[in-house]
């Protein structure tokens, strides 16, 4: 069955980086865009970023990240990664990757447009 794995958050200070990875079992990882969402306590989920499948061409970000994270894949390893710079204490929340139903990043700011989900992984940027 389809799995996902993120791993990679943590407790880091403002300013800092993280890198979180997403990996994949179970169904052909090229052929499908993957998205990463947040959710911070008492809000909604929330879509931070987008890669297309394959070659991952097209690539969409959230206006609160731009320029500072930075989405990618290795289809050769199954795995997407999130990589976050600058991490302001807004960033706080579990981070979530996830299968698009579609090979572009149609409609990506919403989680209806995913079809299955990883567990999450708990970012928490505090000084």
């Known amino acids: 069955q389809v799995q996902l794995v993120e791993s990679g958050g943590g407790l880091v200070q403002p300013g800092g980086s993280l890198r979180l990875s997403c990996t994949a079992s179970?169904?052909?990882?090229?052929?499908?865009?993957i998205g990463w969402f947040r959710q911070a306590p008492g809000k909604e989920r929330e879509g931070v970023s987008c890669?297309?499948?394959?070659?991952?061409?097209?690539?969409t970000y959230a206006e609160s990240v731009k320029g500072r994270f930075t989405i990618s894949r290795d289809n050769a390893k199954n795995t997407a990664y999130l990589g976050m710079n600058n991490l302001k204490p807004e960033d706080t929340a579990i981070y979530y990757c996830?299968?698009?139903?579609?090979?572009?990043?149609?409609?990506?700011?919403?989680?209806?447009?995913?079809?299955?989900w990883g567990q999450g992984t708990q970012v928490t940027v505090s000084s």
């Open positions: 179970g169904f052909t990882f090229d052929r499908y865009a």
């Open positions: 890669i297309s499948a394959a070659r991952g061409s097209i690539i």
């Open positions: 996830a299968v698009a139903n579609y090979v572009s990043c149609f409609n990506w700011g919403s989680p209806h447009s995913f079809g299955s």
